[in-house]
């Protein structure tokens, strides 16, 4: 992948541009974004990459219909998944100095997770 990139679809949006002073990462929704430094980003994609495997890994321990949250942390970061294991929106509080948060609906987390599944900037 190269110095930058931007990737969306309908409800979200994820760009990452190497050459930025600062804030090298950026996250949407369809009303809001975020930029984010380089760490913020690495934080946010792992956390959700743990959040996208814990919702897979507990399916089975559910019944049918049965709804599910799950959270996720880092130093400047938290992660919420609600929902059920195949179908979850996402919420995030950046807690670092800035202070935001942002969400995605089932559709758009899907799809975002799908593309930050992919990236490989790091």
Known sequence: MGE???K???????SWDATAPKYCGLLAGSNWAIELTKAEFR??????????????????????DER??????A???????????EAYGIRFILKSGRQC???????????MLQAIFHLTVF
């Not at 599910?68 to 942390?73: G, H, K, L, P, S």
């Not at 130093?75 to 294991?85: K, R, S, T």
């Open 101 to 111: 948060e942002g969400e995605w609906d089932v559709e758009a987390t899907q799809q």
């Open 8 to 14: 969306e679809g309908n409800g979200w949006r994820l």
């Open 75 to 85: 130093d400047y970061l938290w992660i919420e998944a609600e929902g059920f294991p």
């Open 43 to 64: 934080a946010f994609r792992r956390l959700a990459m743990e959040i996208r495997e814990t919702m897979q890994a507990i399916a089975c321990e559910l019944m049918d």
């Open 4 to 6: 930058r990139f931007t």
């Open 68 to 73: 599910i949250t799950c959270e996720a942390e």
